[in-house]
């Protein structure tokens, strides 16, 4: 319980707005690498998880990827590109990582959202004519922002918990304090860093979770209310004549 204490008494103490890197200072420089990955990744992932959800082609490619992709050691890979890029484009071999891990969630997140939706629902749109481009954009994509959603939520918590390690190769970040309390037994600075990452990853997941719940079309929520209605609604009285 006194190391719990000692890591907050660390967190707000005054000397964490001075020095070489400030608390504040390190928290943005995570989010920074966080999003950044996430967005990157987002740009690749999405449309080819769209292709895959939308035509059906590649489903079998995508998910060995993916697995692939989430075996691969994140720290190996920082190293790796850091040491063939070069030191100057360190950020450049960090960043690659971390779009690497986000990748494979939000690819799943974006067929997977497709391949969720009823058949007939497709089917249907196609009957009053809508084009192909039409039933992407307005059913399609409506009807699986639910589990894309789920899939940036599940993408961004890999990415912030891993950016840490980009303090391994001199980046910053909140992973700074992490290395830097190990070798001088600072348990105090290394649990209240781990801890400062713990609430930022529980504060993402929070906000992801608001935007996951409010992203669902009006019309999926509403088709069973009146099956519920019914279930509770008596049933009429019948009298004589």
């Known amino acids: 319980m006194n190391l719990f204490l000692d890591a907050f008494a660390w967190i707000f103490s005054p000397d964490r707005l001075t020095g070489s890197l400030t608390l504040p200072t390190a928290i943005w420089q995570h989010l920074a690498f966080t999003f950044g990955s996430v967005a990157i990744a987002a740009v690749i992932a999405i449309p080819a998880g769209w292709a895959i959800g939308h035509t059906g082609r590649g489903r079998e490619f995508a998910v060995a990827l993916s697995g692939a992709a989430r075996a691969i050691p994140t ?11 070069g030191v100057v484009y360190k950020t450049e071999a960090a960043v690659v990582a971390f779009i690497v891990l986000a990748i494979p969630s939000i690819l799943a997140g974006a067929y997977a959202g497709f391949e969720a939706i009823d058949r007939s629902v497709i089917s249907a749109g196609r009957a009053v004519g809508m084009t192909e481009w039409q039933i992407l954009w307005r059913i399609e994509v409506p009807l699986g922002l639910t589990l894309l959603i789920g899939g940036l939520r599940s993408a961004t918590l890999q990415v912030v918990a891993t950016v840490t390690i980009a303090a391994y190769i001199g980046l910053g970040g909140i992973g700074f304090f992490i290395l830097q309390g190990i070798p001088l037994r600072r348990f105090d600075e290394v649990l209240g860093a781990s801890i400062v990452v713990v609430v930022l990853a529980l504060a993402l997941d929070g906000l992801f979770a608001l ?31």
């Not at 720290?75 to 890029?85: R, T």
């Not at 669902?216 to 519920?228: E, F, K």
């Not at 209605?229 to 009285?237: D, F, G, I, K, Y």
């Open 75 to 85: 720290l190996g890979l920082v190293v790796l590109l850091y040491l063939v890029i």
């Open 211 to 241: 935007v996951q719940r409010f992203v669902v079309p009006r019309g999926a929520t509403a088709r069973a209310l009146p099956a519920r209605e019914t279930r509770r609604r008596p049933a009429p009285a019948i009298t004589a004549p």
